[in-house]
């Protein structure tokens, strides 16, 4: 079952689609110029292993995506984490899979289902964990398939999930969960690092003065890491500077403007077409740092002391796409031993850890004692809850003024194509005039409420329950803002139209 590689130069560099066969022995992959590729894999991944040897399928420390030839049968997989994933389905002469979602439509000439509005609580079922998230997902054509974290096999006649090796670590200790990141974060360091590579990566880290990235770093620093970015600020303008933390390191830092994003044409397409949100989007603004690099965060929620339903908030899904377009891998580090989540909540709670556990509500002991060991003093993080993702998709004026006009003239064109005459669609002329009065209406309502929440006007206590109401009211999505997927999804197929 050889592969047969054909490279489109016009794609996104990281992007790649197979084309599975029953009736032939063949498997061709359709991939950008950056896809490693090799007699029996290909991949656009990194991994804590030796990179001549091409096991990424033997292991779920794992960032990026490709396929393993693997006695007679063919294994895709997928990155050990839940901000990426493969992409499947079932075709009349076989299967087609893709580590991106837009590929994979432009292949098949589909698009999203008009009829379909709830895209964005579809793609946020990911957060809930590995074995709770919705599968299938509608589109013009059949129904796609997600697959998180685990690994598909195609045997010549079916496609089959298969679970990822490792679940099976004991990480009872502080000790042994900090030698196995550690350890962990060499293997992966000289895996991105080896000459064996036609297209090599350098590593850079995202940090903050929070918990998990400067947990990140230092793990990082100490594998030979040499370079950081940072916003600055939270989304509430808020210090978030991690430049004291890099230097202290010994990391070169570039300081990114968070609204750096908005000179971008159409800045929102690659985010919101594959996570419905635009949560992630002033990574766009760092887009000069981020080719040919593995990018190591400390997105999820795993080092937290509590034990939640979610494991994460949502951040890093946007990154999906986009990250094949500018032609970096994303590798959340948190995420490396997440089966074994209740064993690392249970060391955050463990009497040994207590010198690390802050008095305060925000307290993840180990990070602190990760970092504070690696020499950072502990007045310089975890001081306080930030927040990176720009604005959620809930609020009215989640588009940049160019791309809500080009989006309103796509609802145009679809009710101008439509069969039944648009009546299933808005009305473009009506959404205008909700965007241009509400959106507005909405700031003012936040800012009177920020006003009469002041403590000690107590008599404007009534005006500001009034004043939530009315945000909330104004900040619940327009009946058109459902149709932000389908819009994204079209405009970002227009990346892959060589293969049309």
């Not at 950008?32 to 399928?57: I, K, N």
């Amino acid at each position: 079952m050889p592969f047969v590689f054909q490279v489109v130069p016009d794609w996104p560099p990281l992007a790649w689609l197979a084309k599975c066969q029953a009736t032939n022995s063949n498997v061709t992959i359709f991939h950008g110029p950056s896809v490693e590729t090799s007699d029996d894999w290909f991949c656009e991944a990194v991994w804590a292993g030796d990179y001549s040897s091409g096991d990424f399928d033997q292991t779920d420390i794992v960032a990026g995506s490709g396929a393993r030839l693997r006695a007679g049968k063919i294994v895709f997989v997928s990155s050990g984490a839940i901000h990426d994933r493969v992409h499947s389905l079932q075709v009349e002469d076989g299967v087609r899979v893709s580590n991106s979602l837009i590929c994979l439509l432009a292949a098949i000439d589909a698009s999203a289902d008009l009829s379909y509005l709830e895209y964005q609580e579809h793609f946020a079922s990911f957060r809930y964990g590995l074995d709770k998230y919705i599968r299938d997902l509608p589109t013009s054509a059949k129904p796609v398939q997600l697959t998180y974290f685990n690994n598909l096999v195609w045997d010549g006649d079916t496609l089959r999930e298969e679970v990822k090796p490792g679940g099976d670590l004991d990480l009872s200790d502080f000790t042994r969960y900090r030698d196995f990141l550690a350890s962990s974060m060499q293997q992966m360091a000289d895996n991105i690092s080896d000459r064996g590579r036609r297209y090599p990566y350098t590593m850079l880290c995202a940090l903050s003065n929070g918990y998990d990235s400067p947990t990140v770093a230092t793990l990082a620093s100490q594998a030979g890491c040499l370079e950081a970015m940072t916003f600055g600020v939270d989304r509430n303008g808020r210090d978030d500077s991690g430049e004291s933390i890099a230097a202290k390191l010994g990391l070169q830092c570039h300081s990114v403007s968070r609204d750096a994003w908005r000179s971008a044409a159409l800045p929102e397409v690659p985010f919101i077409a594959c996570s419905g949100s635009v949560g992630d989007i002033a990574f766009k603004g760092a887009e000069t740092h981020l080719a040919g690099k593995v990018l190591l965060t400390g997105m999820t929620d795993t080092w937290d002391k509590e034990i939640k339903d979610m494991i994460s908030d949502g951040a890093g899904l946007g990154l999906t796409e986009y990250r094949l377009w500018a032609g970096f891998i994303h590798c959340p580090l948190p995420m490396w031993g997440i089966r074994q989540l209740k064993q690392v909540n249970a060391i955050s709670n463990s009497p040994d850890m207590k010198p690390w556990d802050i008095d305060h509500w925000y307290s993840r002991p180990i990070c602190r004692r990760i970092v504070e060991e690696g020499g950072i003093p502990r007045d310089l993080f975890g001081m306080g809850k930030r927040g990176l993702s720009v604005v959620p998709l809930t609020k009215r004026d989640f588009l940049s003024p160019p791309s809500r006009e080009d989006f309103l003239n796509w609802l145009a064109e679809r009710r101008e194509k439509s069969t039944d005459g648009g009546s299933t669609l808005p009305s473009p002329l009506l959404a205008k005039l909700l965007d241009g009065f509400l959106a507005p209406s909405t700031r003012l309502s936040r800012k009177l409420y920020a006003l009469t929440s002041v403590r000690g006007v107590r008599r404007l206590r009534w005006l500001g329950k009034t004043g939530k109401a009315v945000v909330d009211t104004l900040s619940r999505p327009y009946y058109h803002h459902k149709y932000v997927v389908h819009w994204a999804i079209d405009r970002a197929k227009e990346r892959y139209s060589p293969l049309l």
